[in-house]
């Protein structure tokens, strides 16, 4: 009996004892489901950024089952997003004794393509019988830097591919199309567009030029043809026409007026140039000698660099008539005497140049001038006083209006042309001024205008009939 009831004493104890382990096993339980702390990332657990963008932190969430945690976290790591690479991000909490982590993986990679650019256009034009010529590329990696020299090419018939990869394996290809010349050639036509001829009279080439992209100076290749009728009024062209090697064809017309003529029979034509000589005088003598035609130059005191100009003006059989030595209005029309004076200076120095004592002159401005007024009734006393010392003075009847330096070549053209109808005694005025390539340009149409519609061209003499303006002042 004792001994039963010793054992159920021992087994009580025993079973004391495993009560209370029972029951701290269950508090522990309580305490870590209740203070363990959990972290959740926000955002992916592997995160891909670009090279040298920003890596921007998601971030994670912390709490056990009573409070939020996150301001606790402590991230281990770093993210250098200007190198490639994987990068292990650690996240951390601790809380009550116990602690929690997890990890997250950045990866640096590189997934941009290089670029290939070419130094030239990127189309290649391929002239005939010439070899296709690389014109150059280069190719840059945002990583690897001039990776030119990696560049592969192929080369077909049509195109040239340009290929690179860079060393994260990124590909960029790029084709130059290699084309079959398209270009046509230029043509230019010397002269005017525009041509104007009386009934009767001869058209003049004035001659044209062609280029090619390809061949060059195509000149000797233009065709020529016109459907002209001069013996009846009408528009007409005339056609260029070339074509380069590859078979590109270019043409273009320059239109011709047939007019019925308004010209008084056996009109001359004075050309006179004003103002000179310049650098520009010297072409004008040279076209004046080739279309063997005599003019009039009406000279000043300009530089003496240009004196010899005033011999050979005289020396190819042109008039050199006295237009002032200063060409300063306010002083040349200052009184009787300084006209006088200043004339006076021109004179001799043509005579002394040329050895031609000139009687002819043209008053600046012309003796209908308004500048003069200041100095009230000097043109009507000069114009007198001029005729009573044996000069003869010349105006003009067809202007230019070369003095006007937005009048193109074709407007001094038209404006003479346009003036060529009403008198027989046509005086031009124009000018040698320096630099006046405008007036430069237009005389030779000028000129074969005059030819082809039956003018006769002169020089003006002392007996040429005089072309006075009325006297304004
Ligand atoms: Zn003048």
Redesign the pocket.
């Known amino acids: 009996m004792k001994k039963i009831l010793n054992n159920i004493y021992k087994n009580k104890i025993f079973l004391a004892f495993i009560c209370s382990m029972l029951v701290m096993v269950i508090l522990l339980c309580v305490y870590y489901f209740i203070f363990r702390p959990k972290i959740t990332l926000v955002g992916e657990d592997i995160i891909y950024i670009t090279i040298n963008d920003q890596y921007l932190e998601p971030g994670v969430k912390a709490h056990n089952l009573i409070k939020d945690l996150t301001n606790k976290v402590k991230k281990i790591g770093e993210v250098n997003p200007n190198k490639l690479g994987t990068y292990l991000l650690t996240y951390k909490v601790s809380s009550n004794l116990l602690n929690t982590k997890v990890r997250r993986t950045v990866k640096v990679i590189d997934n941009i393509k290089p670029e290939i650019k070419f130094k030239e256009d990127i189309d290649f034009i391929v002239c005939p019988n010439k070899e296709y010529e690389e014109l150059g590329y280069e190719a840059i990696d945002n990583v690897d830097g001039d990776i030119t020299n990696k560049v592969n090419i192929i080369k077909e018939e049509d195109k040239v591919i340009y290929t690179v990869k860079d060393n994260s394996n990124n590909e960029t290809s790029v084709i130059r199309n290699l084309i079959k010349d398209n270009q046509k050639p230029t043509i230019t036509l010397k002269g005017n567009k525009t041509v104007s001829l009386a009934i009767g009279g001869k058209y003049y080439e004035s001659g044209y030029t062609a280029s090619d992209n390809c061949d060059g100076d195509i000149t000797k290749d233009v065709k020529v043809t016109n459907n002209i009728n001069n013996k009846k009024t009408g528009t007409y062209y005339v056609t260029y026409s070339v074509s380069d090697s590859s078979g590109n064809t270019t043409e273009i017309t320059r239109t011709v007026k047939i007019i019925s003529p308004l010209i008084p029979k056996g009109s001359t034509i004075y050309l006179t140039f ?2 000179g000589p310049s650098n520009i005088t010297p072409k004008i003598l040279d076209i004046l000698k080739e279309e063997n035609v005599k003019a009039t130059f009406f000279v000043i005191n300009t530089s003496s660099t240009y004196n010899y100009l005033l011999k050979r003006i005289v020396d190819e059989g042109h008039t050199i008539g006295l ?1 002032g030595y200063t ?1 300063n209005y306010s002083k040349t029309y200052a009184s009787v005497n300084a006209y006088f004076n200043d004339l006076e200076l021109i004179r001799n120095k043509v005579l002394n140049l040329t050895g031609v004592d000139s009687k002819i002159i043209r008053f ?2 012309g003796s209908s001038n308004n500048v003069s007024k200041f100095n009230p009734g000097i043109m009507t006393t000069l114009a007198k006083e001029v005729t009573n010392r044996g000069y003869h003075y010349f105006d003009w009847n067809v202007g230019s209006s070369d003095t006007v330096s937005s009048c193109s070549s074709s407007c001094i053209y038209n404006n003479v042309v346009k003036g060529l109808t009403s008198y027989h005694t046509l005086v031009v005025l124009m000018h040698d001024f320096s630099g006046n390539t405008r007036t430069l340009n237009a005389l030779r149409d000028i000129i074969r205008y005059g030819k082809n519609n039956g003018y006769k061209f002169d020089r003006i003499t002392m007996d040429t009939p005089q072309i006075k303006h009325k006297i304004n002042n």
Do not use: A, K, V
Request: proline content about 17%; charged content about 35%; hydrophobic content about 0%.
């Open positions: 004003d103002d237009h060409h600046p401005g």
